[in-house]
Nanobody, 116 residues
Framework: QVQLVESGGGLVQPGGSLRLSCAAS????????MSWHRQAPGKERELVAA????????NFADSVKGRFTISRDNAKNTVYLQMNSLKPEDTAVYYC?????????WGQGTQVSVSS
């Protein structure tokens, strides 16, 4: 049974930091491109960051470049999103995704709220 379980969300003040984790099971994690997406109320889901199976290649949305970092630990079947200098516009539900065409899996999401 495939599972992606996100954790680490919460309420943080502007300028603060959070680290999201996504624990995967039920598939060969090291074969999959892992990514984080987010969806704010009334908006479409958007890609935030992605990392290649071996961790050598990463991509970020322009809105988070220089503030967010994505990493993975294939031994622990876990992908991370380190979020620094958070802004109110980063408020959203953050989803973890695993993709190895044609298969794509999604987690249930974790809420991140940035507010003073």
């Amino acid at each position: 049974q495939v599972q992606l379980v996100e954790s680490g969300g919460g309420l943080v003040q502007p300028g603060g930091s959070l680290r999201l984790s996504c624990a995967a099971s039920g598939f060969t994690f090291s074969n999959y491109i892992m990514s984080w997406h987010r969806q704010a109320p009334g908006k479409e889901r958007e890609l935030v960051a992605a990392i290649s199976p071996g961790g050598n290649t990463v991509n970020f949305a322009d809105s988070v470049k220089g503030r967010f970092t994505i990493s993975r630990d294939n031994a622990k079947n876990t992908v991370y999103l380190q979020m620094n200098s958070l802004k109110p516009e980063d408020t959203a539900v953050y989803y973890c995704s695993a993709r190895w065409a044609p298969k794509t899996y999604w987690g249930q999401g974790t809420q991140v709220s940035v507010s003073s």
